[in-house]
């Protein structure tokens, strides 16, 4: 079980991009201006640097403030122009903007409407998807055998009931479900690690449910042989292995499924001595 994140573009970035290209375009990283200046630094030592901006950088930072600047303006002269009281009295009509001094496209009711919907999809996206309580509506009973453990999932109409058991290889482990509010899950056997859960993390949906277990095992051994006339060797070795099985059930289907995962290390090391030198490897 994994926990994908995404990162949503900037909001910022989308809506210069919107305002200055148009409704059906595609928000893309706003990219330095290559006459834009960095800021100096300075240090202790040697001469200080002078940075003298030329006219035509000058020129060029002077156009882009004022055109994002205009671009501010549109905006807001539009939300203006748009405000309703409220009594529910308020202006109506669509705004216009003169853009033949400036140059700076219009803001119409469109490329609102876009900046709207994209702000509306980048917080929805960032929202959690709603609970989703489980009644059963109908009785189901089902069960799976693999690796040695069988799981039975059981749900009862009438009764609100619904639930999951499972056994296999000395352990013990259930999950059940009494109408909507009452539960209880636990389990048995786990000796020496072997590890029990039961649930699926933040889930939200009562419908679906889970039963996990996972097997830690670790073995080490060392042997050395030597001898007064030609040294010794000794060797060790070390390896661990993880293993997991999922029982994932869906209660409103009955349907049951199974994830498994494995993962295994191993390290060994050797050393070699002798009357004068000495030698070890680790593989």
Known sequence: MTTISATPPSIGASLAQLISGGSDATPTPVAASPNSAASPSTTSSGPATFITLSDQAKAAAAARAQSD?????????????HRVNSDGTGATTTATNDTSTTGTPPITGSKVEAIVAQINAL???????????????????????????????????????????????????????????????????????????AGIPNNNN??????????????????????????????????????????LVNYATGQISVEQSAASVSAQSTRVSSPGSTFSALA
Do not use: C, W
């Not at 479900?177 to 000796?191: E, K, W």
């Not at 039963?211 to 070390?238: D, L």
């Open 69 to 81: 600047q205009t671009a501010a303006d549109n905006l807001r002269a539009y939300v203006e122009a």
């Open 123 to 197: 917080a929805d996206a960032n929202q959690p998807q709603p609970f989703q309580p489980f009644t059963p509506t109908k009785s189901l009973s089902n069960s799976v055998t693999i690796d040695g453990y069988t799981l039975t999932l059981d749900t009862n109409a009438s009764t609100q009931f619904y639930g999951i058991e499972l056994s296999g290889n000395g352990v013990q482990a259930f999950d059940k479900h009494f109408g909507p509010s009452d539960g209880a899950a636990g389990g048995s056997g786990a000796t020496a690690g072997v590890g029990i859960g």
């Open 206 to 247: 009562e419908a679906l449910d889970a039963i996990t277990i996972t097997r830690n095992t670790a073995t080490a051994s060392s042997a050395s042989i030597s001898s007064p006339s030609t040294g010794s060797i000794s060797t060790s070795s070390v390896s661990a292995q993880s293993s997991s099985i999922t029982f």
